[in-house]
């Protein structure tokens, strides 16, 4: 599936990791631990048993293990501050600093900053609360 911040990465297997792992888990996590949500993650719900040439997946995955080394220090250090107390808001934050401390690691973050701002907006517009789905209030601040 092409989310259109996948352009100029190949659909393989590094796309697939970092995607679902940066998005999902990471960004969620942040989130999550800032609104003072408790989080549980379990097994894989896709398993993958397909035997496949490992230097055709390293081509395909260079750019991952370059990122890892600027992805796990921004993740172990993201903060967000009080005002964020909507999941909006602390998704709409951490977009802000994807842009700003990974988009010069690569073009793909400065998109997926932009996707995620995106994401928001089209959330908010496709469920609204009373008109102030951004404004309702998850849980407390830390």
């Known amino acids: ?3 259109g911040i996948q352009q100029g ?3 393989g297997p590094a796309y697939v990791l970092w995607a679902v792992w940066l998005v999902m888990v990471s960004l969620s996590a942040v989130i999550c631990d800032h609104l003072g949500y408790g989080v549980k993650t379990g097994l894989p719900y896709i398993w993958h048993s397909k035997a496949s040439n490992p230097f055709v997946n390293l081509k395909k995955e260079y750019k991952g ?9 921004f993740f172990q250090s993201a903060t967000l501050p009080k005002e964020c107390t909507t999941v909006q808001k602390c998704y709409i934050e951490l977009s802000k600093q994807v842009k700003a401390k990974l988009g010069k690691v690569d073009e793909y973050f ?3 900053a932009d996707a ?3 994401w928001i907006e089209a ?6 609360v ?13």
């Open 1 to 3: 599936m092409n989310t």
């Open 9 to 11: 990465i190949d659909d």
């Open 65 to 73: 293990i370059y990122w890892q080394e600027e992805l796990i220090p």
């Open 110 to 112: 400065l998109k997926l």
């Open 116 to 118: 995620m701002v995106t």
């Open 123 to 128: 959330w908010d517009e496709l469920n609204p």
């Open 130 to 142: 009373g008109g102030e789905s951004a404004e309702l209030t998850n849980g407390p601040g830390k």
